[in-house]
C-alpha cells in the first residue's frame, strides 16, 4: 500500500511538517476502520478537547513564577519561594499541559525559544499570595500581580519530536507485519492486530486526574452521599471540618455545572477545591495538604455519583 511508504518518507523528513503526514495517517485510519487511531490522529490535528485524552508526552512540570511588588521593589518574571509538600500535590500546582493541534505547536516552536508560561486565575494567584505572606520574608504592601507556570520552550520540541518518532514507529511495523505491498483488505481484515501494533507503538494513555483521590484521603463521614444530596454532603464536609461558610461556597455552585468528566470537575469547583487546598497549606484549614485534595476528591465523585 503506497500510503505506507508515502507517509514514512515524509516522517524522515525533518523539515517537513507534522500536519501532512497526519492528515494522511487520518486517510489511512479512516479507510482501514480503526478507530482508535483515527480518534488519536484527529486529536493531534484538532488539539485535544479533554484533560483525560491528553498522552503523557504532552505533560510536564515547570516552575511557579509571578510579578509582584515587595514594599518598594517591583519584580518580574521571578521564581516564587512556595513551600515544597507532597510530591504529588507539588506535580499538581506546577503541571503544564499542552492541548494545541500540531499545526499551533509548530508555529509557537518557531516563535517561542526561551520559555513558555501557564498563566494562574486571580483566584489561584490570591491563594499564592497569601501564602507567600505567611511563609516567605515579605514586606507590608506585598501584592503578588501575576504568577504562572513556566517551562522551556523545549518542551514544544519535545512533543513535536515524540508524535513524530511514534507515528514513524507504527509505520514501521505496520511495513514489518504487513510489507509495503498489503493491499487495503489485508489491513481492514486485521484491525485487532493492527490496534495492538498501535498500543505497542503510540502513547495514548492519559490520567486525567485533577486531585488525589486515592490512598491517603483520609476521609470519613457517616451519612451515604446519594447523587445529588446536599445536605448529606454538607454534613459530610462538616465532619472533615470543612467551615460551615466554605461548605456553603460549594454547595451555591456545584450543581450550577457538570463534571468535564469522570475526572476532571467544572471550573467553579475546581477553584473552590484549589481554594481549600490553599487553606490546607496555611493551616486555615485543619488538614494534611497530602489529604486534601484525596477528601474533597472523593466527597465531590460521591455528590455527581462518580463512585
Known amino acids: 500500500m503506497q ?26 485510519a479512516s479507510r ?35 510579578d509582584y511588588i515587595n514594599g518598594t521593589n517591583i519584580i518580574n518574571n521571578h521564581v ?7 510530591s504529588s500535590f ?24 526561551d520559555s513558555l508560561l501557564k498563566p494562574f486565575t486571580q483566584g489561584q494567584v490570591t491563594i499564592f499570595q497569601n501564602l507567600l505572606i505567611k511563609h516567605v520574608n515579605t514586606f507590608g504592601n506585598f501584592s503578588l500581580m501575576s504568577a504562572g507556570v513556566r517551562v522551556p520552550a523545549g518542551a514544544l520540541k519535545r512533543v513535536l519530536n515524540a508524535v513524530r518518532n511514534q507515528l514513524l514507529d507504527f509505520m514501521i511495523a505496520l511495513e514489518t507485519e504487513f510489507g509495503l505491498e ?10 485487532q492486530k493492527i490496534t495492538t501494533i498501535m498500543n505497542t507503538t503510540i502513547n495514548t494513555n492519559g490520567d486525567g486526574n485533577l486531585v488525589n483521590t486515592g490512598t ?3 476521609i470519613t463521614f457517616s451519612a451515604t452521599i446519594n447523587k445529588g444530596n446536599q445536605e448529606a454532603l454538607k454534613k459530610a464536609l462538616l465532619e472533615n471540618e470543612v467551615h460551615v461558610s466554605d461548605a456553603e461556597d460549594l454547595l451555591a455552585v456545584i450543581d450550577t455545572e457538570s463534571p468535564l468528566s469522570s475526572t476532571e470537575f467544572g471550573p467553579k469547583v475546581t477553584q473552590w477545591v484549589y481554594k481549600m487546598i490553599g487553606k490546607a497549606m496555611d493551616n486555615s484549614w485543619k488538614i494534611g495538604v497530602s489529604a486534601a485534595g484525596g477528601v474533597l ?9 462518580l463512585q
Open 297 to 305: 476528591g472523593k466527597l465531590i465523585c460521591h455528590y455527581y455519583g
Open 216 to 218: 491517603g484521603a483520609n
Open 182 to 191: 498489503v493491499k487495503i483488505e489485508t489491513l481492514q481484515s486485521n484491525k
Open 90 to 113: 507539588d506535580d499538581q500546582i506546577r503541571a503544564f499541559e499542552l492541548f494545541d493541534g500540531i499545526e499551533p505547536l509548530e508555529q509557537m516552536a518557531t516563535l517561542y525559544t
Open 3 to 28: 500510503l505506507i511508504e508515502i507517509i514514512t518518507n515524509e516522517l524522515t523528513d525533518v523539515d517537513l511538517s507534522l500536519t501532512s503526514p497526519l492528515l494522511k495517517t487520518k486517510l489511512l
Open 32 to 66: 482501514i476502520g480503526n478507530q482508535e487511531l483515527l480518534a488519536w490522529v484527529s486529536n493531534e490535528l484538532n488539539g485535544y478537547k479533554k484533560q483525560s485524552d491528553l498522552p503523557d508526552y504532552r505533560k510536564t512540570t515547570g516552575e511557579i513564577v509571578g
Open 80 to 86: 516564587l519561594p512556595i513551600p515544597s509538600f507532597d
